[in-house]
């Protein structure tokens, strides 16, 4: 194992969160609060997760993956900071040109693609595409890319069997069995040479050219051990070298993707981020130094950069009480509540579904310093539609205060990825706002946007209300 470097000062989570709860109730106690559900995203801390990355991986470019969080206000703020962007599809290649981010600032990672997404391709100019087929490379090539005056840097995406996002990528790890029995692994490099060899080809045709060549890959979403990035870079380097050697072909840019973990996952598993980056970062500099020439190393964080960043905010509609009822065929004879959110999973809830999110509802309310009182009891938590598939919590999962009433408030910790993104208008119930607020002087500095990023309102928190440390 790597070593970690000097001691760093112990990142702290539930006081951080604490915070981060007391700024969000001080806004919604303002005169000019949103209406609920809403997501309050903290620029302060997005910040850190940005500084932290830069501390840590100081050679390895992030390009913030906007499948985990498309708000505009979010984007907008990262291009400020000088962080680029991995999109998926044509469309949001065309929300980051609207925003003014150039295309040297843009890799786009979904490696299978329709006419729409070439036409946005041809029209913002990424810096880097990726493949997983020389069909792919075809296709590129009959869109007219690459040209005269749009060279990119074309990646093949690299199938990882450990990895829970392998839908895509080309199978270069072949499962064998060894002399001793024993489940074993190799490496062939053909089926990327098909692909790099199709390029030289229609470069050659064309009299046209790719910028580079490289590897993409994807170790699994929320990642808080090392050990796959570690194989990854192995196997890039195996895959890389070998291709030079047989075929000639040089392979100088590797996309390390995303899966790097959020802070509440890393406390869980007993870890920081420092320490996982730390260690990858360490990797990385090793498989630069055997690689034997010059490489650029790129890497697509998503849920890092903005889940911690951002508290969700939901109302109880209606509260009420059971001793009775049969909740999908389970009777339930106990005392419990019965809550219907403004929020559920065809919104913001949605990573109940998506990451098999178990979510922990913290009740507050409004003007009371006094926390909602009373014996915990069993609840139910439905979401807004009249879809009986959106139950945020089902029975016997979760307890809340018996003195909860309706109108009272919950927040939700680690939303800022795949939660406004995700949201759908089902049912048109009310749609979520989205706020964007940081901390200068003792006052906080508040922007409401609507879902597709029109601005609502700006205004600041005065001193005398903001809730003490």
Same mark, same amino acid.
């Given at each position: 194992?790597?070593?970690?470097?000097?001691?760093?000062?112990?990142?702290?989570?539930?006081?951080?969160?604490?915070?981060?709860?007391?700024?969000?109730?001080?806004?919604?106690?303002?005169?000019?609060?949103?209406?609920?559900?809403?997501?309050?995203?903290?620029?302060?801390?997005?910040?850190?997760?940005?500084?932290?990355?830069?501390?840590?991986?100081?050679?390895?470019?992030?390009?913030?993956?906007?499948?985990?969080?498309?708000?505009?206000?979010?984007?907008?703020?990262?291009?400020?900071?000088?962080?680029?962007?991995?999109?998926?599809?044509?469309?949001?290649?065309?929300?980051?040109?609207?925003?003014?981010?150039?295309?040297?600032?843009?890799?786009?990672?979904?490696?299978?693609?329709?006419?729409?997404?070439?036409?946005?391709?041809?029209?913002?100019?990424? +810096?880097?595409?990726?493949?997983?087929?020389?069909?792919?490379?075809?296709?590129?090539?009959?869109?007219?890319?690459?040209?005269?005056?749009?060279?990119?840097?074309?990646?093949?995406?690299?199938?990882?069997?450990?990895?829970?996002?392998?839908?895509?990528?080309?199978?270069?790890?072949?499962?064998?069995?060894?002399?001793?029995?024993?489940?074993?692994?190799?490496?062939?490099?053909?089926?990327?040479?098909?692909?790099?060899?199709?390029?030289?080809?229609?470069?050659?045709?064309?009299?046209? /050219?790719?910028?580079?060549?490289?590897?993409?890959?994807?170790?699994?979403?929320?990642?808080?051990?090392?050990?796959?990035?570690?194989?990854?870079?192995?196997?890039?380097?195996?895959?890389?070298?070998?291709?030079?050697?047989?075929?000639?072909?040089?392979?100088?840019?590797?996309?390390?993707?995303?899966?790097?973990?959020?802070?509440?996952?890393?406390?869980?598993?007993?870890?920081?981020? /420092?320490?996982?980056?730390?260690?990858?970062?360490?990797?990385?500099?090793?498989? /630069?130094?055997?690689?034997?020439?010059?490489?650029?190393?790129?890497?697509?964080?998503? /849920?890092?950069?903005?889940?911690?960043?951002?508290?969700?905010?939901?109302?109880?509609?209606?509260?009420?009480?059971?001793?009775?009822?049969?909740?999908?065929?389970?009777?339930?004879?106990? +005392?419990?509540?019965?809550?219907?959110?403004?929020?559920?999973?065809?919104?913001?809830?949605?990573?109940?579904?998506?990451?098999?999110?178990?979510?922990?509802?913290?009740?507050?309310?409004?003007?009371?310093?006094?926390?909602?009182?009373?014996?915990?009891?069993?609840?139910?938590?439905?979401?807004?539609?009249?879809?009986?598939?959106?139950?945020?919590?089902?029975?016997?999962?979760?307890?809340?205060?018996?003195?909860?009433?309706?109108?009272?408030?919950?927040?939700?910790?680690?939303?800022?990825?795949?939660?406004?993104?995700?949201?759908?208008?089902?049912?048109?119930?009310?749609?979520?706002?989205?706020?964007?607020?940081?901390?200068?002087?003792?006052?906080?500095?508040?922007?409401?946007?609507?879902?597709?990023?029109?601005?609502?309102?700006?205004?600041?928190?005065?001193?005398?209300?903001?809730?003490?440390?």
């Amino acid at each position: 194992m790597f070593d970690t470097g000097q001691a760093h000062k112990a990142e702290n989570y539930q006081q951080s969160i604490q915070r981060f709860q007391r700024d969000v109730k001080s806004i919604m106690e303002s005169d000019e609060a949103p209406s609920t559900p809403c997501v309050f995203f903290d620029l302060d801390r997005l910040d850190q997760q940005i500084e932290l990355w830069r501390e840590e991986m100081p050679g390895i470019e992030p390009h913030f993956a906007i499948k985990a969080c498309d708000a505009v206000g979010i984007l907008q703020h990262m291009h400020r900071r000088g962080i680029s962007f991995d999109a998926a599809t044509g469309g949001e290649l065309d929300l980051l040109s609207r925003l003014g981010i150039e295309g040297s600032k843009i890799v786009m990672t979904h490696p299978i693609r329709s006419d729409e997404d070439l036409d946005a391709i041809r029209r913002c100019r990424p +810096m880097a595409i990726v493949v997983q087929s020389a069909d792919e490379v075809i296709k590129l090539a009959e869109a007219g890319i690459p040209n005269s005056d749009y060279s990119p840097v074309l990646l093949a995406r690299v199938a990882l069997p450990y990895s829970n996002l392998n839908k895509f990528g080309v199978p270069c790890i072949v499962p064998l069995v060894g002399e001793d029995g024993r489940a074993t692994t190799a490496f062939d490099y053909r089926p990327l040479r098909r692909i790099f060899e199709t390029a030289r080809s229609i470069e050659q045709q064309f009299s046209v /050219r790719f910028q580079a060549y490289g590897f993409a890959g994807h170790v699994g979403t929320n990642t808080t051990s090392a050990s796959h990035y570690l194989h990854l870079l192995g196997t890039f380097r195996v895959l890389g070298l070998e291709l030079k050697r047989r075929s000639g072909i040089p392979i100088t840019l590797f996309d390390l993707g995303g899966g790097y973990c959020d802070r509440m996952h890393a406390e869980r598993d007993g870890i920081t981020q /420092r320490d996982l980056l730390n260690v990858i970062n360490q990797a990385v500099e090793k498989f /630069r130094s055997e690689y034997g020439e010059p490489v650029t190393i790129i890497a697509e964080p998503g /849920r890092y950069l903005v889940a911690d960043t951002a508290i969700a905010v939901t109302r109880a509609k209606v509260v009420t009480d059971a001793h009775f009822g049969a909740i999908n065929g389970a009777e339930v004879y106990e +005392m419990h509540k019965v809550i219907h959110l403004d929020d559920g999973v065809y919104s913001n809830l949605m990573g109940q579904i998506h990451d098999s999110r178990k979510y922990r509802p913290i009740p507050f309310r409004l003007r009371s310093s006094v926390e909602i009182s009373g014996t915990p009891v069993p609840c139910v938590m439905w979401g807004p539609t009249c879809d009986s598939f959106d139950r945020v919590i089902p029975p016997d999962d979760y307890r809340v205060p018996q003195g909860l009433v309706t109108n009272d408030l919950f927040m939700i910790e680690c939303m800022g990825a795949y939660t406004t993104v995700t949201a759908t208008e089902f049912n048109r119930t009310q749609a979520s706002k989205v706020v964007l607020f940081s901390r200068t002087e003792q006052k906080i500095e508040a922007t409401v946007y609507t879902p597709r990023g029109e601005v609502v309102s700006r205004f600041k928190v005065p001193n005398d209300k903001v809730s003490s440390n």
